[in-house]
């Protein structure tokens, strides 16, 4: 049985996201491994410059431009996807796991009665087969998965979780006309875009996130501060959005997004089992509470006992002094 390898390439405004780009970077290595092929799958409208750039990694690239795929449906992208994976039967499928991809791969796994591992965070390819690296109870334990030789296999991995290599290839690039179906049950009456942020929290480098310990919305301007002159965004526990302080799309955890940045800062933060499952693979992971004994310190790397509001102002100003002295 052939193990080729099939990306979904997520894209944002028709250009590639940088999560898609690791998986990619992994999907190359997995396909040398097994000497078969690399394809991805970019669909939308207007995608020919996002084809452009995965083919710079691929095999070959499937494109599905179609206007109806403008904006995310599940119902329109499932039966495309559906179809692609039926016709190039692809052995391993990966995608990000995003809001996107947790509601899109578990209904195709269900519908190839697939093998699936969601929320992974890397790959081990020493040996016969593939390992797949998956965190469990908030990081508590890691487990290592090897899917079984017949089932088809999706993986969804949390982005930041390999690096993105060099493109150097000009796979081919296949334009697809797929039959796009609607679920005749649901249409969309109308959709807003949430204001647009300038990081992507899943894709951030850097988060400063804010717990029921900032005590108001507005003391999230000084996280904000933070945030810009790190390049990084804000994130919420979700005491704060149920708060209404901030927006949903901040949220991290079992309810919220899962981020995996390079460094985390919990500010006021407890450390609930729930929120600490949204972000136990961040590289470095630095907590603020003037609580001791906060769960939050048993996942830190670096902890700072003391009361956030005296912490953070003298954290702002010296990033300040950094950033004029470069
Ligand atoms: C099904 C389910 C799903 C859930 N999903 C999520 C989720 O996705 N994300 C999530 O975050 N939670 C989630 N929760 C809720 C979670 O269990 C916790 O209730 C929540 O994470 C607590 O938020 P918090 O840390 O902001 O608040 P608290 O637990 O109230 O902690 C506040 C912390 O701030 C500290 N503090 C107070 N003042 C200061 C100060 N001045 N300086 C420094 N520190 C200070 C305190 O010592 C305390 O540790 C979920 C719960 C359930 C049941």
Sequence with gaps: MSKDVLIFVECKDA??????????????QIAEKFSSVLFAVVMGSDMKNAAGIVSGYTDKTIVVDDGSLAEYGWDLMSSVLEGILT????AIVLGTSSMTGKDLFPRLAARFQAAMVSDAVGVDLEGDGLKIKKPLYGGKVISW??????????????????????????????????????????????STKAGSKKVDLQEADFIICGGRGMKAAENFSLLEDIADLMGGRVGASRTVVDSKWRDYDDQI???GKTVSPKLYIGCGVS????????????????????????????????????????????LKEELKKVREDS
């Design 15 to 28: 250009v590639p996201r940088k999560a898609s780009l690791e998986l990619l970077s992994a999907g190359r």
């Design 87 to 90: 016709k190039y039967s692809p």
């Design 145 to 190: 998965v090897a899917p079984g030789p017949e089932a088809m296999l999706i993986a969804t991995f949390r982005p930041n979780s390999f690096a993105v290599n060099e493109p150097g290839r000009n796979g081919e690039i296949i334009e697809e006309k797929m039959n796009v179906s609607k679920d005749p049950g649901i249409t969309v009456v109308s």
């Design 253 to 255: 955890g079992k309810s």
């Design 271 to 314: 450390g609930a089992l729930h929120h600490i499952m949204g972000m136990d693979t961040s590289k470095v992971i630095v907590a603020i509470n003037k609580d001791p004994n906060a769960p939050i310190f048993q996942y830190a790397d670096y902890g700072i006992v003391d009361d956030a509001f005296a912490v953070l102002p003298a």
